[in-house]
């Protein structure tokens, strides 16, 4: 099983950026749909943003569309969430996940899922 490790978040501004990374390690992503999910305080865990296994398919979820961009270096196994014009909203621990098999299009759906890290928080101070 693949082993997921996010960082880059922390405590930043309204307004202003960050860059999520998703390292896998105990196997290869290359091929495996990878998708960025968050979990606010008192709120269910919620998608925010999915990729297939090339960089051509992605999907985003409306609150975060032309704010967030979801890429992936397969070289470097790794997956990352571009976060531009951050809001107090986006506030939560962010998750990456990896579907474990191949997959084209980017999935959005939590049980989609088999691979999970343990989180990075990420706080919006307005």
């Known amino acids: 099983q693949v082993h997921l490790v996010e960082s880059g978040g922390g405590l930043v501004q309204s307004g202003d950026s960050l860059r999520l990374s998703c390292v896998a390690s105990g196997g290869t992503i290359n091929t495996d749909g990878m998708g960025w999910f968050r979990q606010a305080i008192g709120k269910e ?20 569309k032309g704010r967030f961009t979801i890429s992936r270096d397969n070289a470097k196994n790794t997956v990352y969430l571009q976060m531009d014009s951050l809001k ?9 996940a990896g579907t474990g098999y191949w997959s084209m299009i980017a999935r959005t759906q939590a049980s989609e899922y088999g691979d999970w890290g343990q989180g990075t928080q990420v706080t919006v101070s307005s």
Do not use: L
């Open 45 to 64: 865990r919620e998608f925010v943003a999915a990729i297939g296994w090339t960089n051509t398919n992605t999907y985003y979820a409306d609150a975060v």
């Open 88 to 96: 107090p909203e986006d506030t939560a621990v962010y998750y990456c």
